[in-house]
């Protein structure tokens, strides 16, 4: 019998995750979602910023020649439903600030960004910071950025029991607006960076992260190219598979959300159909053969309607990624040089 290391690892993890997710979902706004979401055109979902946001900038520190800034503004995003917007003004201020960590040499940005979106439940970019950044910075020759997502890191609202818990829940209406907040702040995010002169700006993300990077493949204006790391779009599958979506998925159950009804919930919301706009052979995917979470079938089904752009399978599965990422920094790197030259 073959031993699955990271299935196993991820079957653990999920379980562990019992551990934080002690609280339920206090609300059911399943009619809510139905009333203001469902049907809606892409525009309106996911409206584009109308300008570049006003950033504060201000120095965090410096390692030899390298420069790490730490970047603010005011989340252009608007909530569609009226009586969660009261809830998100009063309940979730901190959300409304959004924040970014950039790294570019202190002689001033260079000529390519890669920017980061980070996985759920991610505290702050300290790990990214210290591990995978400075490694893109250096074998790919970019300049890096990595912002927060709502309700994690200084976005995270008080009384919260650990970052990300008011992202996926089965708050059905705040989970959609978590994910249309997280694309329009990364939207302005680009184009500020664009402001700022930089010729080639990819973006990459894990897990969340990286789904959040495949939404905005489908959404003009476009960055140059995506790497998303283990992740797809059918948040079905991701629900009624993902160990650590368990929460999510009892509470759906304690407010009379069968299967049938969730399934016919999140086709409807319609992510996993969205057609891209980038070219194939300006993505990158990598996906994990083990991953219990965001599940190889899901990928390979979306892979296969969106005409199949490259994709590094690595062994292991979501948890123990960290082993494939001089692989994967060394793919990024050719599909960079790849769009870089003449």
């Given at each position: 019998m073959v031993v699955k290391i990271g299935w196993l690892v991820d079957g653990v993890a999920g379980y562990a995750s019992r551990f934080l997710h002690v609280r339920s979902a206090e609300y059911d706004t399943s009619a809510d979602l139905e009333r203001h979401y469902i049907g809606l055109p892409q525009e309106q979902l996911f409206p584009a910023p109308e300008r570049?946001?006003?950033?504060?900038?201000?120095?965090v520190y410096s390692l030899g020649d390298r420069?790490?800034?730490?970047?603010?503004?005011?989340s252009e995003h608007v909530c569609l439903c009226p009586k969660y917007r009261i809830r998100h003004d009063r309940d979730y201020?901190?959300?409304?600030?959004?924040?970014?960590?950039?790294?570019?040499p202190r002689s001033g940005?260079?000529?390519?960004?890669?920017?980061?979106?980070?996985?759920?439940?991610?505290?702050?970019?300290?790990?990214e910071e210290t591990t995978l950044?400075?490694?893109?910075?250096?074998?790919?020759?970019?300049?890096?950025?990595?912002?927060?997502?709502?309700?994690?890191?200084?976005?995270?609202?008080?009384?919260?029991?650990?970052?990300?818990?008011?992202?996926?829940?089965?708050?059905?209406?705040?989970?959609?607006?978590?994910?249309?907040?997280s694309i329009i702040d990364v939207r302005s995010m680009l184009l500020w960076f664009r402001s700022q002169g930089y010729e080639q700006i990819g973006v990459t993300g894990l897990s969340l992260g990286g789904s959040l990077t495949m939404l905005l493949a489908c959404l003009?204006?476009?960055?140059?190219?995506?790497?998303?790391?283990?992740?797809?779009?059918?948040?079905?599958?991701?629900?009624?598979?993902?160990?650590?979506?368990?929460?999510?998925?009892?509470?759906?159950?304690?407010?009379g959300i069968g299967p049938e009804r969730r399934a016919e919930i999140f086709q409807s919301i319609g992510l996993s159909s969205l057609p891209p706009a980038l070219s194939p052979e300006r993505q990158l995917w990598v996906a994990a053969r083990e991953d219990r979470y965001l599940s190889a079938h899901a990928v390979e089904r979306q892979w296969e309607a969106w005409q199949r752009p490259p994709i590094l399978w690595i062994?292991?599965?979501?948890?123990?990624?960290?082993?494939?990422?001089?692989?994967?920094?060394?793919?990024?790197?050719?599909?960079?040089?790849?769009?870089?030259?003449?």
């Open positions: 570049p946001p006003l950033v504060l900038r201000r120095p420069v790490v800034e730490s970047l603010s503004f005011a201020a901190a959300n409304h600030t959004v924040y970014a960590r950039w790294m570019h940005p260079r000529r390519h960004l890669i920017l980061y979106v980070h996985g759920w439940l991610e505290p702050g970019p300290w790990i950044l400075p490694k893109m910075y250096r074998e790919l020759d970019v300049d890096c950025a990595h912002i927060q997502l709502p309700f994690h890191g200084k976005r995270t609202p008080r009384g919260s029991l650990f970052h990300g818990e008011h992202y996926f829940t089965a708050d059905l209406v705040r989970s959609l607006e978590a994910i249309r907040q003009s204006p476009l960055p140059d190219y995506i790497v998303p790391m283990i992740s797809h779009l059918d948040l079905l599958d991701a629900v009624e598979n993902a160990p650590i979506l368990w929460r999510m998925r009892t509470d759906l159950e304690r407010f062994g292991g599965g979501h948890m123990t990624f960290p082993v494939a990422v001089g692989r994967i920094i060394r793919r990024m790197g050719e599909l960079k040089q790849g769009l870089t030259l003449p």
